[in-house]
Every structure is written in structure tokens, then in C-alpha cells.
């Protein structure tokens, strides 16, 4: 078939239409935002504290970049945070500004010892003394600490952001040992009250840590709860960006993508800018294509798009921790196959339908219908969780799982390593 390019001129190509892990523009959905942008707008007129919660992957940055503006945005993450000076040496290290610092790198070294030392830097005018240590241990960091003696960075904030248009967005925030929290909500609270603008964003189920780690925030902030995307929403995605692109697919097939896309308006991108790839559609076509829903054509697109190779951490979850020499129970699954209690959670999860987030019933009736009759034990199931969100995330540069015992919930934060777990025949192999 002879496809005749649009004019130069009039042209997009399927990386601009759809975008996953940048800003849209043609394919930015925004109605059902429009109350949440008000309120946030209506928030910083007031000077509150803002929080959001939400999903993994469910818009929360991209929400706040499109009201504040990317220029204006400064973005770090609560992981690793250990302390309040830590999590303001994030911002200052984005806006930068040359403070004294900590910094730290890995290191094998399997020596032992520690050496220290002061010294006087002119800092904003006057000496600022420090002092400094480097610590080596077996099998651990490297740490080279340079802190400043009586440094007040939190002051420091306040002198640098306050009036001046910038917001800070906290991401993850509920990664911020409990410990830590209160010291941090402590000091968001006199930011807040100096004038800095300051957004926190968390998984829903821990929304209300900084209330709890600081009560005196009562009236002080504004929530804006987010959640999963609807499948009509996600769908509008897919109608902008093939219509862009001139591709007339049917209702269903758009339908079909949106509910693999499992509530992520990333995944959803991600769907649909492989579909593109699969129609060989790079660029506007003209004439239009018409695209039939298609079941084979929905598992090209799928398989396509869950390209990432998760084989090695699948492989691990299902094997799980070391048994030391006791056999784990097996069980009849539905399929006439058996399984123990790690291949029948990570079945559950990656069974029909597509969903990131389980709450410890969803997951328990997953698991009934992956077993013939009996199931694992609840206290098995719990254990599984958690090791297989432990052994996940070991050695990853971010979090992929993630089990809250407390809350008792599994979020599978990475989109990609689901849509591996479903398309790939890796669950069903690793017996």
C-alpha cells in the first residue's frame, strides 16, 4: 500500500502525539482535572500547604507541572531522606545554590577507620565553621561528610524560595522514615508560614502522614486526592493522538488498550505510541488507515510494549528467599499445574484484570481462583509479599514493589513489570 506523508508543514510525528514519561500536548486530557486545578490555584492564593495523593503513575507530576509551570517547578523525592537538612539540600542542589553538603559514594573498601578535621569557609559573608569526617567500612558506603557547625538550612530556604514564584514538590514523601516526618512537617509548617510554596505527594494510603507527623497543619493545607484514570478517560487519550495521527481505530480496540493500561495515563501512552510503531505509523498518514479491533493485533501491541526485560526479576520473585533445606508447600492450581505460594501471588497479580494496586482481599480472591481448592495460608500470602517486594526492589535505582504490612496493600509501582508479568510467558514457565 502506497501511504502518501502529510505536508511537512501540518506533520506530527508519533513521539510528539503520544508521550510516555513527558509532558503531552495533543494528547494531554485535562477535564476531569479542571476542579483539581482550581483548587490548588485557589491553595496557593492562600499560601496552604498542598498535598496530593495518589497512585504511582497516575499524573500526579505531570498535574502539578501543567498548573504551576515546568520553570517554576522543583521537583525532588523523600527517598533516602534521613533527615530535613537532606531533603533541603535536594532543592538547593536544583535551584543552585552552593551550600556545605554531604555527599556520599560506594565503595567495596574492607578497611576499617575514620579521620576527621576543621576548618573555617567564608560563607554569605562571614566564616562558617565545619567540620569533616570520612568513615570506610567492609561491605558498605564510603561516606565523605563535610556539615557545617551551626548551618540552619531550613533559614536558607526560607531566604532563597520565599515570594519568589518557585515551588518545591516533594514526591514520595511517605518514603520519609516516620522518625523523620515529624522533623520535616515541623519545618514545612514555618516554610509555609515565611512564604514558601510547598507541595507533598503520596500513595493514598499514607495521605495523611504529614498531618499525623505535624497536627498543628490542621487548616493549614489543602488535599487533592487523585486515583487510578477510568477507562473513558484513558480512552480520550488514544481518540486525540489517532486522530492526530490518521488513524481511524475502532471504539473497542481503543477500549481494549485502555483497560490494559490498568488506570495509568503512562502506560496508556506507552500502548498507543507502540500500537503506532506496530501500523508502522511514524508519522500523520494521509489517507487515514482504518484500524479493525484485532485479538491478535491487541497481543502484538502488548508484547510490544512490555519490551523491558523483567526476566531476571520475575525469575527471582518466583524462586523467592532461600528455603535452608525446607521444601515449601506445593499446591494444585486451576490450570492442572503445580505451584508454591510465589508463583501463585504473582499469577494473582498478573491476572485478569490488569490492576497495579491490591489490597489484601483482592489479593486473597485472585489466589483462590489461581488454585484448584486449597490456597496458601493468610500469613503465607503476607510473608510472600513482602519478600517478593524485598527482592524486587534489591539492586534496583527505584522502588518496583512495594508491600505495606501495615495497611496491608501491594502497589506495583513499575506499570512495565506488569505488563511483562502478563505478556510474557515468564509466569507460566517458571514453574
Given at each position: 500500500?502506497?501511504?502518501?506523508h502529510c505536508k511537512r508543514s501540518q506533520c506530527m510525528r508519533a513521539t510528539e502525539v503520544f508521550t510516555p514519561?513527558?509532558?503531552?500536548?495533543?494528547?494531554?486530557?485535562?477535564?476531569?482535572?479542571?476542579?483539581?486545578?482550581?483548587?490548588?490555584?485557589?491553595?496557593?492564593?492562600?499560601?496552604?500547604?498542598?498535598?496530593?495523593?495518589?497512585?504511582?503513575?497516575?499524573?500526579?507530576?505531570?498535574?502539578?507541572?501543567?498548573?504551576?509551570?515546568?520553570?517554576?517547578?522543583?521537583?525532588?523525592?523523600?527517598?533516602?531522606?534521613?533527615?530535613?537538612?537532606?531533603?533541603?539540600?535536594?532543592?538547593?542542589?536544583?535551584?543552585?545554590?552552593?551550600?556545605?553538603?554531604?555527599?556520599?559514594?560506594?565503595?567495596?573498601?574492607?578497611?576499617?577507620?575514620?579521620?576527621?578535621?576543621?576548618?573555617?569557609?567564608?560563607?554569605?559573608?562571614?566564616?562558617?565553621?565545619?567540620?569533616?569526617?570520612?568513615?570506610?567500612?567492609?561491605?558498605?558506603?564510603?561516606?565523605?561528610?563535610?556539615?557545617?557547625?551551626?548551618?540552619?538550612?531550613?533559614?536558607?530556604?526560607?531566604?532563597?524560595?520565599?515570594?519568589?514564584?518557585?515551588?518545591?514538590?516533594?514526591?514520595?514523601?511517605?518514603?520519609?522514615?516516620?522518625?523523620?516526618?515529624?522533623?520535616?512537617?515541623?519545618?514545612?509548617?514555618?516554610?509555609?508560614?515565611?512564604?514558601?510554596?510547598?507541595?507533598?505527594?503520596?500513595?493514598?494510603?499514607?495521605?495523611?502522614?504529614?498531618?499525623?507527623?505535624?497536627?498543628?497543619?490542621?487548616?493549614?493545607?489543602?488535599?487533592?486526592?487523585?486515583?487510578?484514570?477510568?477507562?473513558?478517560?484513558?480512552?480520550?487519550?488514544?481518540?486525540?493522538?489517532?486522530?492526530?495521527?490518521?488513524?481511524?481505530?475502532?471504539?473497542?480496540?481503543?477500549?481494549?488498550?485502555?483497560?490494559?493500561?490498568?488506570?495509568?495515563?503512562?502506560?496508556?501512552?506507552?500502548?498507543?505510541?507502540?500500537?503506532?510503531?506496530?501500523?508502522?505509523?511514524?508519522?500523520?498518514?494521509?489517507?487515514?488507515?482504518?484500524?479493525?479491533?484485532?485479538?491478535?493485533?491487541?497481543?502484538?501491541?502488548?508484547?510490544?510494549?512490555?519490551?523491558?526485560?523483567?526476566?531476571?526479576?520475575?525469575?527471582?520473585?518466583?524462586?523467592?528467599?532461600?528455603?535452608?533445606?525446607?521444601?515449601?508447600?506445593?499446591?494444585?492450581?486451576?490450570?492442572?499445574?503445580?505451584?508454591?505460594?510465589?508463583?501463585?501471588?504473582?499469577?494473582?497479580?498478573?491476572?485478569?484484570?490488569?490492576?497495579?494496586?491490591?489490597?489484601?482481599?483482592?489479593?486473597?480472591?485472585?489466589?483462590?481462583?489461581?488454585?484448584?481448592?486449597?490456597?496458601?495460608?493468610?500469613?503465607?500470602?503476607?510473608?510472600?509479599?513482602?519478600?517478593?517486594?524485598?527482592?524486587?526492589?534489591?539492586?534496583?535505582?527505584k522502588i518496583l514493589i512495594e508491600w505495606d504490612s501495615d495497611n496491608e496493600i501491594l502497589n506495583i509501582r513499575e506499570p512495565y513489570l506488569l505488563f511483562?508479568?502478563?505478556?510474557?510467558?515468564?509466569?507460566?514457565?517458571?514453574?
Amino acid at each position: 500500500m502506497i501511504v502518501h506523508h502529510c505536508k511537512r508543514s501540518q506533520c506530527m510525528r508519533a513521539t510528539e502525539v503520544f508521550t510516555p514519561g513527558q509532558t503531552p500536548t495533543v494528547t494531554f486530557v485535562r477535564d476531569h482535572l479542571e476542579r483539581r486545578e482550581q483548587t490548588l490555584r485557589d491553595a496557593r492564593e492562600q499560601h496552604l500547604l498542598i498535598t496530593i495523593s495518589g497512585p504511582s503513575k497516575s499524573g500526579k507530576t505531570v498535574f502539578v507541572r501543567n498548573v504551576v509551570g515546568a520553570d517554576n517547578l522543583v521537583s525532588i523525592t523523600g527517598a533516602g531522606v534521613q533527615s530535613p537538612d537532606q531533603l533541603w539540600l535536594k532543592v538547593f542542589h536544583q535551584i543552585g545554590t552552593t551550600v556545605p553538603t554531604t555527599s556520599s559514594a560506594e565503595s567495596n573498601s574492607s578497611t576499617s577507620g575514620t579521620g576527621g578535621g576543621k576548618g573555617q569557609l567564608k560563607l554569605f559573608g562571614s566564616g562558617v565553621e565545619l567540620s569533616g569526617n570520612v568513615t570506610h567500612a567492609s561491605g558498605s558506603k564510603t561516606v565523605d561528610t563535610v556539615a557545617a557547625v551551626g548551618f540552619d538550612h531550613l533559614q536558607l530556604l526560607i531566604k532563597e524560595l520565599a515570594g519568589s514564584g518557585l515551588v518545591v514538590f516533594v514526591d514520595d514523601f511517605h518514603y520519609i522514615p516516620r522518625e523523620v516526618q515529624k522533623q520535616v512537617a515541623e519545618q514545612i509548617k514555618e516554610a509555609i508560614d515565611k512564604g514558601v510554596e510547598i507541595v507533598c505527594a503520596s500513595v493514598p494510603y499514607h495521605s495523611e502522614d504529614i498531618l499525623r507527623a505535624n497536627p498543628d497543619l490542621q487548616g493549614r493545607f489543602v488535599a487533592i486526592d487523585f486515583d487510578y484514570w477510568d477507562a473513558p478517560t484513558l480512552t480520550r487519550i488514544a481518540e486525540r493522538g489517532f486522530a492526530e495521527l490518521g488513524l481511524n481505530v475502532e471504539p473497542e480496540l481503543m477500549a481494549a488498550f485502555a483497560g490494559e493500561a490498568a488506570g495509568s495515563p503512562q502506560l496508556m501512552q506507552s500502548i498507543c505510541l507502540n500500537a503506532c510503531f506496530q501500523l508502522e505509523t511514524r508519522e500523520s498518514r494521509q489517507p487515514p488507515l482504518d484500524v479493525p479491533h484485532d485479538k491478535l493485533f491487541i497481543k502484538d501491541v502488548c508484547s510490544r510494549t512490555s519490551s523491558t526485560d523483567f526476566s531476571s526479576t520475575v525469575e527471582k520473585l518466583r524462586e523467592g528467599p532461600k528455603t535452608r533445606g525446607t521444601e515449601r508447600l506445593n499446591y494444585r492450581l486451576a490450570d492442572g499445574e503445580n505451584g508454591d505460594v510465589y508463583t501463585i501471588v504473582l499469577r494473582a497479580l498478573a491476572a485478569d484484570p490488569p490492576q497495579l494496586r491490591f489490597t489484601y482481599s483482592q489479593l486473597l480472591a485472585r489466589i483462590e481462583n489461581v488454585c484448584e481448592t486449597t490456597t496458601p495460608s493468610g500469613s503465607s500470602t503476607s510473608g510472600a509479599c513482602l519478600h517478593i517486594a524485598q527482592l524486587a526492589n534489591d539492586g534496583q535505582s527505584k522502588i518496583l514493589i512495594e508491600w505495606d504490612s501495615d495497611n496491608e496493600i501491594l502497589n506495583i509501582r513499575e506499570p512495565y513489570l506488569l505488563f511483562y508479568m502478563r505478556w510474557s510467558d515468564t509466569i507460566v514457565r517458571l514453574n
